[in-house]
């Protein structure tokens, strides 16, 4: 039984760390003219981008967030969107 728990904290701890270096490797290629969404859902273009944070526009607004709150980039700068088919 115990075999069996650790077995499983082995599988979880591991795959926990995977996505959190997926997540870094991803606020680490963040560049201007990328398109975004928040944690919050707030989709946007990235303007600039600081030690720990950027700055998105939004609709008419100019946000600043922390990189931490960034969870996907949707659209590369200069890479056309693919389309669900």
Same mark, same amino acid.
């Given at each position: 039984m115990m075999l069996l728990l650790v077995v499983m904290w082995v599988f979880m701890n591991g795959s926990q760390r995977k996505r959190a270096k997926q997540?870094?490797?991803?606020?680490?290629?963040?560049?201007? &003219?990328?398109? #975004? *969404?928040?944690?919050?859902?707030?989709? &946007?273009?990235? #303007? *600039?981008?600081?030690?720990?944070?950027?700055?998105?526009?939004s609709a008419e607004t100019k946000l600043e967030v922390l990189k931490s709150a960034i969870s996907e980039i949707t659209e590369r700068e200069g890479e056309p969107s693919q389309s669900p088919s």
């Open positions: 997540h870094e490797a991803l606020l680490k290629a963040i560049k201007a &003219g990328d398109k #975004v *969404t928040t944690s919050g859902g707030i989709i &946007g273009i990235v #303007v *600039t981008v600081k030690d720990k944070s950027v700055s998105i526009r």
